[in-house]
């Protein structure tokens, strides 16, 4: 019936109540209607299906913020029949901050890349792509991330052109330094022939080790076209 049977002293201590007050309460004598009415939906669905409930749980207390992962857990008699649901539960606000604060400047970062008409990738310490921008995709004529993450520049460039790009990464992995402004003669997918400034820097773990690197291709085709005229 959604009375509260047993509660721990750090429930109490989160509430505001004492044991004696909270026993025999139910949601709707301490949330506002709206969550007290959510708490029980979720209570019904465990009483139902007999399934165990997860999630995460965003609340406001004290004029802030806090998140929650709950477990509610159906509780059964020797017979079998559902008699109670037992909730678990804390509090993993700075955890979750953590988390909405990195997707943020994932966010944030997606946006940039996607913005540059340079070519900008990420690699591990295979040469295999982590992540690609716009730019890069529309040049390969590749329609969707999915289809790059995992692979290496063998599947996109000829042989030579992937081996001197391999080689490159190699360097800049095996001596944990940065290339800056190297100019190539690029050969694109269309046949073109275009010279890019590449610059590739080494990416780090928290432990310091190298765990990759970043490329950023920047097509200086006119302008070297202009410095010649």
């Not at 002293?9 to 026993?23: D, I, M, S, W």
């Not at 269309?190 to 690197?213: A, F, N």
Request: charged share 30%.
């Amino acid at each position: 019936s959604g009375r509260i049977t047993f509660v721990n002293r750090t429930f109490c201590e989160l509430v505001g109540h004492a044991e004696n007050e909270l026993v025999g309460k139910t949601d709707h004598d301490l949330s506002p209607p709206e969550l007290a009415e959510k708490y029980c939906r979720d209570d019904r669905q465990v009483a139902e299906t007999g399934e165990v409930f997860h999630a995460i749980e965003e609340n406001w207390l004290q004029g802030r913020a806090r998140y929650f992962e709950v477990w509610k857990i159906p509780v059964q008699a020797p017979s079998g029949r559902m008699v109670e649901t037992q909730a678990v539960f804390w509090d993993v606000t700075e955890r979750e901050e953590n988390r909405i604060a990195l997707a943020r400047e994932r966010d944030l970062l997606r946006t940039l890349m996607d913005s540059l008409p340079d070519l900008i990738y990420v690699k591990d310490t295979a040469s295999r792509y982590v992540t690609v921008n716009r730019s890069l995709l529309e040049l390969w004529g590749i329609a969707s991330m999915e289809n790059v993450v995992g692979r290496t520049v063998f599947d996109f460039a000829p042989e030579d052109l992937a081996n001197r790009y391999t080689s490159e990464d190699n360097e800049v992995l095996r001596q944990d330094r940065a290339v800056i402004d190297c100019e190539e003669l690029v050969m694109t997918p269309t046949g073109e022939r275009r010279v890019y400034s590449i610059t590739k820097v080494p990416l780090h773990d928290l432990p310091g080790q190298v765990s990759g690197l970043v490329g950023i291709d920047r097509d200086i085709t006119q302008r070297k076209r202009t410095e010649e005229e």
